[in-house]
Each structure stands twice: as structure tokens, then as C-alpha cells.
């Protein structure tokens, strides 16, 4: 009986470990997270391949700035079409006013016409906290070998208006073209900016 | 476009003119301390937003997400603005993250360089946006506002004090107000940053707001150690750092004013020397899956169950127990009334203790479970009122002889109050002890809201009055119980020596909080109210004379005690423990550990208190058993021993980021790995099995040695 109670202590204890946030240079945490439709995607599945995380959520004015400009759905074609998988990732705790549904997920996806390889759900909070994701859209890029070799924000310009994509330094699109160019990521950790992830 | 702007707002004001700007979360508007301008001489101008309750603006360092306030202004010829003076923003945390803001209202205040030939009315008009958030959503907005100064009468406007009171709080640079000292070097995961305050100057809860962003981790505390003037701040590092933290600048803010004036910040920047380490081996991160509410009920339920076995109450509620035998002939209504009251009392006395605790929490005082025991004079206290109830078990007195006859009348009268008094005593003498479980659930209960943790203390209650409660209701329960008899006396004789050896082990408790002198005014105090017991038994109420003695040693013993917890505290313990002494532990620091585990060294951390009974169990039992030393000192484990047994806002602020709140906790940090916490009640095989992973490095290095020719 006593060994019982202190084996189930044990194991509660262990299970309150915290994880190491992700850092760039180092192997990216793998993760399965079920997508819209309900079907578990995991992260090793794209092994081989670049991988684009981003965080979002629909009702941040930051993420409908990149959405409503078309910005963050150029970005994912181009990307996409070269053998990148892109996921985006919803981390808002159900309890939270903005939560989605997967179905709605789903349809706000599809309304918006984005090019993502999956659109996933963390609804836990557990694959953003273990990424430090900390606003949206916060954005990663993991490279075929499985490092992440960028963590940040999307571009240099933190603010809400659509017409400053047009000349913002897009880092994601730089730190992509420089790694599909077989060169080292010149910029690979930036500030995000955002709203705050509703963990 | 702006002329005529000035000329719409000049018809509406005669002096100076603004009008607030309403948006959905925010009023906004300019304001200037003066009605007129002043050819040559800056101006300085308030945009003043007023934020609707629950939600905030930012900093010029949002922290983890969010934008700071901007305005762009747009002015006559001539004229031109400076940047915006920041006021010193607050902590605002959101889960796991952390921004920095305001709240309510904030006037950020911008100076404005006046042309020397101005003359005249003149608009001064300006676009501002702001991002505006609530714990749930951010929403960003706007505002084009203006302020008209009609030129002629230079008086005060209304707004004058508030922005000259705004200016006199602003965060000065150090080096303007007094020698400063700042040093910062990186660490493990971590810069340490030394300050010296000018003489006089007192830190209260010193907090660094950076002016950087993607350097620190923004939800960490920022633990700090003093010693004498000086101050030492941990600045644990992001852990996702965006470049180099390679300068420490920013504010650092204080609770407490540090001057006349009422400032609590003061701007300094200071390179940092060496470099930060990996975070990997940073100090502990909080865990980030704690209990959750149901499970913390649950742990707090058979925390307060097993609270029960504990030494420290057996004794009291065996007797308890023993009246269902005595009282046999008792009413069953009469007797589960009382059980449900005792429960109460239990119940009520938790919640009291919750109470304070979080009051006192609120007052920024950092306390946990047992925090009494910290108190020399609770421990007196607890050591004389054990000691009475020993003698009266013994039998040298009974409590009705003590007692002025109306209140033991009323004990006698009224059962009740007797049961839901005995339910708070239950409390009283469980609180040296923690339970297995409970330490899990009581650290969790501290990071929740208030109705959580009542929540939490009333689980604990409950398991704690449950086993006496379901014994009133049906005595049966206990098994076949022999006939009452000549036995039941005997027992209650010895249970009496429990609380003897209780009484010693407080004595040495406040040993090592107050030195040899307490412990002595301790036992005088004991002897003086052995007497007063002695008196008091053999006392018949006619005899004025003895019971006048028995008041005046009553006295004595009383001022004794408070002479007990009286005397000064030592630097160290006065009367150190064999084992403390010993080489194989050292002291703990936030400092050392951190050393430790940038070297790459396993650390076992005892979280302990001389008043813990668990921890001293667990400390001979265990932690000094020969082949437990021998499996520490074979894996080079560096074993540190966090004393808790006075007050330490240091082990208190660690002992949070375990998620603990009281101790025991024992602590294994591995290199490269999470901090590891082993259960509450130690045995020698979970230490041994824990060690276990650390594997041999001595004696892979003696097999080497073997090896070598």
C-alpha cells in the first residue's frame, strides 16, 4: 500500500516537469497535435523537409493585419509550392472568448484562402509553452534535419496596419529564401510581436 | 487643413482648449500646464488617456507581446517635440507571460521646444495610437487630438498639478540623483546584477524593467539577496533570447518611495562582464503543469487525513477518541453533534489560517505553511501549552481546579463549544506537521485565487476532522472496544509522554532560533507552571492563600516565556545540530545553487525547519543513514540544506518557484535536466533510486585508475 501511494506520488511528480523552451541551433520538440478534420499530425512526419510553424489566432488585430493584406497567404503558397510544410497552430485555451472551434478554424481558413500544409489544434497550450510561443502570430522555421533555425516575429514592423507589410523586412521570407539557397539564416532570432497567446 | 482645425477649436475656447476623444476603451486628449505658450521656453504637453477599468496600454517595452503608445506629432513651423517621458509601468502578467504597462490613467508627457518668435494662439495637434488590451483581447486605436493655447493670459490650467506631479514622479537617471553602484555579470541562465543604493536608501522589492527587449524572461521573479547595503538581483535570462544580453538598462523600481518626492525608479545602464550561460542550466524553472484544481482537492483531502497519524496530534485526538469509550452511555444525536462541530472547528481554523496567510501574502510578506513556528514566541507559547496538557494527562491536575469556575462551568454546560474548541486546538497542534500530499496541495492552493485556496484549506479541513467526524457518528467503526476501566487511566498516563518529548523538541526548536538563554527562560517558565499545576491540583477554592501562589507563578511562567521569545536571535544558530555542522552540507543561497549547477555539479536541496517534525524524521531516518551519505558523496552530489526554521524571504520565493509553499521539499537538480522533486516522506530506497541516475563518475574513475599501468 505504501509503495503503491508513493509510486503514484512519483509519477505525479515527474509529470509536473517542466519542458526546456525551444531554442534556435537546437533540435526542434516534436509534437502531434490533431488538425481541423481531427487527424493527428505529428512533426516527424515532415522530416526531410522545412517546416514553417505559425501561431495564430482570428480574432488578433496583428494576425488579421497579415491575413486581410493577403501577406501571410502569399507567404505560404510561395513556400508550399516548394515542398515547405506550414502549420499553424491555434494554442487559445477553450475557456477564452476568441477560442474556435476546429470546425470554425476550418471554415475561417478556408475564407481566408490560406495555404497552409495543416491547420492544427493546441488547445492545451502544452506544444505552444513548450515552443515559448508567446504571441501571434509568433513564427518558427525548422529545417530538414529538424533544428530550428529561426524563432520570432514575422517582419520589423509591429503594428496593425495593413499597408506597413508592404515595407516592413518580412523575416520570414528572408530566413526562408536564404535556407532553401543553402545559405546559414542571416537574422534567426527576432522580438514577435502580437497579441498574447491565451494559454 | 491645420488652420482651420485651430480656428474650430478657438471658437469653442477662450484660454486653452482641448477636447478628450472617446474611443471604445480609452479617453484621450492633450493637456498643458499653462494656457499660453512662451517664445523660447519648451512646453511640456500630457497625453492623457483614461483606460476603462480591467484593461491596460503599454510600456516603450511591451514585454512578451503587445506595442507601446506612439505619437506622432504634428506642429507648427519651428516647433518640435521630444520623445515621450515614460512613467514607471507595471507588471501585468497573462498566464505564462508577462507585459508591461498601465493601468486606469497614465500621462505621458512629451516636451515641446517653443520657437522664439512664436506668438499668438497656436494649435498644437497630434495622432495617437494605442494598442488597448483586457486579459482577453487586444484592440487597437486611435485618436487625432489637438490643444489650442489662446496665447494672451499665461495662468495655470486645472490639469497643472497632475502634470507637474506626473514630471516629479519620472524615473531620473541614477547618476543625477546620487552615487549609485551598479555591477552585472552573466551566469548560468542568468545576469547578476550588484547594486549599491546611495547611504540611506533602502530597496523594497527591487524590480528591473528593461528597456530591451527579448533579453530577460519577463515572467520570472527576480529573486534578491542583501547583505547589509548592498543588493543583489537575479535577472533570469529569456529563454529564447533575441541576441546578446550584453547591458543591463532600463529602470530599476522599488515599492517604496525613494524620495521626497515619491519617486520608485531610477534609470541606469551598466554593461554586462562575462557571458550568460545556457538557460539550460538556469535556476529552476517553475513547473509548468502543476496540480489541477480537482487533484489539489484531492491531495489536500488525504494531506488533511493523514495529519492525523502525525506525532503531533495523535496523542490529543487519541484522547478525543477515548471519550466515546468513557461516554458510552451518550446520546447518539448528542454524540454526532459534536462530531460535526469538532469538524467544524477544524473546519473554521483552517480557513482562519488561510485567511491570514493570504492577508499577509497581500501585505508582500512571504510566509507559508508553518510560518507560525517561525515566531519564537509561538513556539513558547506551543511548548507551555503542550507541557500543560502532559501535566494534566499525568494527572497532576485537573482542568476544572485551573479554570475560574464560571468558565469551566460553561465547558462543563456546554459541550459544543467544548467540541468546536477542540477542533481549533486539532489545528493548533498540527501545525508543525506537513503531510504527505499536503505540500503539493498547499503550494498549489497559493498560486490561485482567493475562493480557490478557502477551497483548498476546506479540503485539508475536512480529511483532517473526517476520521473523528465518521467515528462520532458510529463509534462501532473503531472495532470491538474493551469496557471502560482502570486501562483507560493507565493510557492516558502515558500518552502524556508523547507530549513530554513534544515539549523537548520545541525546546530545541527555539534553540536554534533564540540560543541557549531562551531555552532556559523556556524551561524556567516550564517549571513555573509545573508549579502553578501542582498548586492548582492540590487547591480547594477556600484557600485564598495557595491560589494567590499559584496565580503568581502562573505570572511568572508567562513573563518567562516572553523573555524566551525575547532574546536576540543569533547570526547562526546558537545551537547547531550535529549534522549541520558537518562538512558534507552546506548552507543554501539562490548564489550557490546556481554556481553549482553552471558547473555541471548534482545538487540535492533539503527544504527543512527545526519545528518540521517531517523534516527531522526524514532527516535521521533517511538523509543521514551511512549508505544514503555514501550514495550522495560516490556521484559527487553537492548536498545544500535550506533552513527555514526563521523567517527567509529567499527559501520562501524558492520554495514558490517549486510550487511548494511550506516544507518539506527535497530538490535533486541534475545537470541538463529539469529539477526533480522526491516525495515528502523520504525513504531510503527513492533516494537511492533518484541518486541512482546520476550513475558512478567515482568510481568509473577509480576503475580507470586501476586500469593505468
Given at each position: 500500500m505504501k509503495r503503491t501511494m508513493q509510486t503514484i506520488l512519483l509519477t505525479l511528480v515527474l509529470a509536473a516537469f517542466s519542458v526546456a523552451a525551444a531554442t534556435v541551433g537546437q533540435p526542434a520538440p516534436g509534437f502531434t497535435l490533431k488538425d481541423v478534420s481531427g487527424k493527428p499530425v505529428e512533426l516527424s512526419e515532415f522530416k526531410g523537409r522545412y517546416v514553417v510553424l505559425e501561431w495564430v489566432n482570428p480574432e488578433c488585430p496583428y494576425v488579421q493585419k497579415h491575413y486581410d493584406s493577403a501577406n501571410m497567404q502569399r507567404l505560404q503558397k510561395e513556400f508550399t509550392g516548394k515542398n515547405v510544410a506550414w502549420l499553424a497552430i491555434n494554442s487559445t485555451n477553450p475557456r477564452a472568448y476568441d477560442y474556435k472551434t476546429p470546425a470554425q478554424m476550418q471554415a475561417w481558413m478556408k475564407q481566408m484562402n490560406g495555404a497552409v500544409t495543416a491547420t492544427l489544434l493546441d488547445e492545451s497550450g502544452q506544444v505552444g509553452q513548450t515552443y515559448g510561443a508567446r504571441v501571434t502570430p509568433h513564427m518558427y522555421i525548422i529545417d530538414p534535419k529538424g533544428t530550428l533555425i529561426y524563432a520570432g516575429a514575422i517582419d520589423d514592423r509591429r503594428s496593425t496596419r495593413l499597408e506597413d507589410v508592404k515595407t516592413a523586412k518580412n523575416y520570414v521570407h528572408v530566413a526562408m529564401g536564404e535556407a532553401l539557397a543553402g545559405?546559414?539564416?542571416?537574422?534567426?532570432?527576432t522580438t514577435p510581436y502580437g497579441c498574447t497567446v491565451k494559454y | 487643413?491645420?488652420?482651420?482645425?485651430?480656428?474650430?477649436?478657438?471658437?469653442?475656447?477662450?484660454?486653452?482648449?482641448?477636447?478628450?476623444?472617446?474611443?471604445?476603451?480609452?479617453?484621450?486628449?492633450?493637456?498643458?500646464?499653462?494656457?499660453?505658450?512662451?517664445?523660447?521656453?519648451?512646453?511640456?504637453?500630457?497625453?492623457?488617456?483614461?483606460?476603462?477599468?480591467?484593461?491596460?496600454?503599454?510600456?516603450?517595452?511591451?514585454?512578451?507581446?503587445?506595442?507601446?503608445?506612439?505619437i506622432t506629432w504634428k506642429l507648427p513651423p519651428g516647433y518640435s517635440?521630444?520623445?515621450?517621458?515614460w512613467p514607471v509601468p507595471e507588471r501585468l502578467p497573462a498566464g505564462p507571460l508577462t507585459n508591461f504597462g498601465y493601468k486606469n490613467e497614465v500621462l505621458l508627457l512629451t516636451d515641446v521646444a517653443v520657437p522664439q518668435g512664436a506668438s499668438g494662439p497656436v494649435t498644437l495637434a497630434a495622432r495617437a495610437d494605442w494598442l488597448v488590451c483586457n486579459p482577453e483581447r487586444c484592440i487597437p486605436e486611435g485618436a487625432d487630438l489637438a490643444i489650442t493655447f489662446s496665447g494672451n493670459a499665461n495662468g495655470r490650467t486645472a490639469w497643472a498639478e497632475a502634470i507637474e506631479r506626473a514630471q516629479a514622479l519620472l524615473p531620473r537617471k541614477a547618476a543625477e540623483v546620487g552615487p549609485w553602484r551598479f555591477d552585472a555579470r552573466g551566469a548560468a541562465g542568468a545576469v547578476v546584477l550588484d547594486i549599491v543604493p546611495p547611504a540611506g536608501i533602502r530597496l523594497a522589492s527591487p524590480v528591473y524593467f528593461p528597456y530591451e527587449e527579448g533579453r530577460i524572461d519577463n515572467s520570472a521573479a527576480q529573486p534578491v539577496e542583501r547583505a547589509g547595503d548592498a543588493y543583489r538581483l537575479t535577472i533570469p535570462a529569456s529563454r529564447q533570447p533575441v541576441g546578446a544580453f550584453t547591458r543591463v538598462a532600463g529602470l530599476l523600481a522599488v515599492a517604496q518611495p525613494l524620495d521626497a518626492q515619491g519617486r520608485r525608479a531610477v534609470e541606469f545602464s551598466v554593461p554586462v562582464t562575462g557571458l550568460v550561460g545556457p538557460?539550460?542550466?538556469?535556476?529552476?524553472?517553475?513547473?509548468?503543469?502543476?496540480?489541477?484544481?480537482?487533484?489539489?482537492?484531492?491531495?489536500?483531502?488525504?494531506?488533511?487525513?493523514?495529519?492525523?497519524?502525525?506525532?503531533c496530534v495523535l496523542p490529543v485526538l487519541s484522547i478525543k477518541v477515548l471519550g466515546f469509550v468513557s461516554n458510552a452511555n451518550q446520546g447518539a444525536a448528542q454524540r454526532r453533534l459534536q462530531g460535526?462541530?469538532?469538524?467544524?472547528?477544524?473546519?473554521?481554523?483552517?480557513?482562519?489560517?488561510?485567511?491570514?496567510?493570504?492577508a499577509l501574502k497581500a501585505g508582500g510578506t512571504a510566509l507559508g505553511w508553518g510560518y507560525q513556528l517561525q515566531s519564537p514566541l509561538f513556539v513558547s507559547v506551543l511548548a507551555l501549552f503542550f507541557f500543560a496538557l502532559a501535566l494534566n494527562l499525568s494527572g497532576v491536575f485537573e482542568f476544572g481546579n485551573v479554570l475560574p469556575a464560571s468558565l469551566s462551568g460553561a465547558r462543563v454546560s456546554s459541550p459544543r463549544i467544548d467540541a468546536l474548541l477542540s477542533g481549533a486546538l486539532a489545528v493548533f497542534v498540527a501545525s508543525p506537521c506537513t503531510a504527505p500530499f499536503m505540500g503539493a496541495a498547499l503550494g498549489f492552493a497559493f498560486s490561485q485565487s482567493v475562493p480557490v485556496t478557502m477551497l483548498i484549506f476546506t479540503a485539508l479541513g475536512l480529511g483532517m476532522a473526517a476520521p473523528y467526524a465518521l467515528l462520532a457518528w458510529n463509534p462501532r467503526w473503531l472495532g470491538s472496544a474493551p469496557a471502560p476501566g482502570p486501562w483507560m487511566t493507565r493510557l492516558k498516563q502515558f500518552l502524556a509522554f508523547p507530549l513530554y518529548a513534544t515539549v523537548i523538541w520545541l525546546a530545541w526548536v527555539l534553540g536554534t532560533q533564540s540560543g541557549l538563554d531562551a531555552v532556559i527562560a523556556l524551561l524556567a517558565a516550564l517549571l513555573?507552571?509545573?508549579?502553578t499545576a501542582w498548586l492548582a491540583g492540590l487547591a480547594t477554592r477556600r484557600k485564598l492563600a495557595v491560589r494567590a501562589i499559584a496565580t503568581a507563578f502562573a505570572l511568572a511562567a508567562a513573563a518567562l516565556a516572553v523573555h524566551a521569545a525575547r532574546a536576540p536571535a543569533p547570526g547562526t544558530p546558537a545551537?547547531?545540530?550535529?549534522?549541520?555542522?558537518?562538512?558534507?552540507?552546506?548552507?543554501?543561497?539562490?548564489?550557490?545553487?546556481?554556481?553549482?549547477?553552471?558547473?555541471?555539479?548534482?545538487?540535492?536541496?533539503d527544504f527543512t525547519a527545526a519545528w518540521c517534525v517531517t523534516c527531522q524524521v526524514n532527516k535521521q531516518l533517511v538523509l543521514t543513514r551511512p549508505d544514503v551519505e555514501r550514495a550522495f558523496t560516490d556521484r559527487g552530489v553537492a548536498r545544500l540544506r535550506a533552513d527555514w526554521t526563521r523567517r527567509d524571504d529567499e527559501i520562501t520565493r524558492a520554495l514558490a518557484e517549486l510550487g511548494r509553499n511550506g516544507v518539506p521539499v527535497y530538490a535533486l537538480y541534475l545537470p541538463g535536466r529539469s529539477v526533480r522533486l522526491l516525495p515528502e516522506i523520504l525513504t531510503r530506497e527513492t533516494v537511492l533510486a533518484a541518486l541512482a541516475e546520476i550513475g558512478h563518475p567515482k568510481s568509473i574513475a577509480n576503475l580507470k585508475r586501476k586500469e593505468a599501468p
Open positions: 545559405k546559414p539564416v542571416s537574422t534567426s532570432s | 487643413m491645420r488652420a482651420q482645425l485651430s480656428l474650430i477649436l478657438l471658437a469653442f475656447s477662450a484660454a486653452v482648449c482641448a477636447e478628450p476623444v472617446r474611443t471604445p476603451h480609452v479617453e484621450a486628449e492633450l493637456l498643458a500646464p499653462r494656457t499660453a505658450i512662451e517664445p523660447g521656453k519648451p512646453l511640456v504637453v500630457a497625453l492623457r488617456l483614461k483606460i476603462a477599468p480591467n484593461w491596460h496600454t503599454y510600456w516603450r517595452n511591451p514585454g512578451d507581446s503587445g506595442e507601446p503608445t506612439r517635440a521630444g520623445a515621450i517621458q538557460a539550460a542550466a538556469a535556476p529552476p524553472a517553475p513547473e509548468s503543469a502543476p496540480l489541477g484544481l480537482a487533484m489539489a482537492l484531492a491531495f489536500a483531502f488525504l494531506g488533511g487525513l493523514i495529519l492525523n497519524l502525525m506525532p460535526a462541530l469538532f469538524a467544524a472547528g477544524v473546519v473554521g481554523s483552517f480557513l482562519l489560517l488561510a485567511a491570514v496567510l493570504i513555573a507552571l509545573a508549579v545551537i547547531s545540530s550535529a549534522e549541520s555542522a558537518a562538512a558534507a552540507w552546506q548552507p543554501y543561497t539562490r548564489h550557490r545553487l546556481a554556481e553549482l549547477t553552471a558547473a555541471g555539479t548534482p545538487v540535492f536541496v
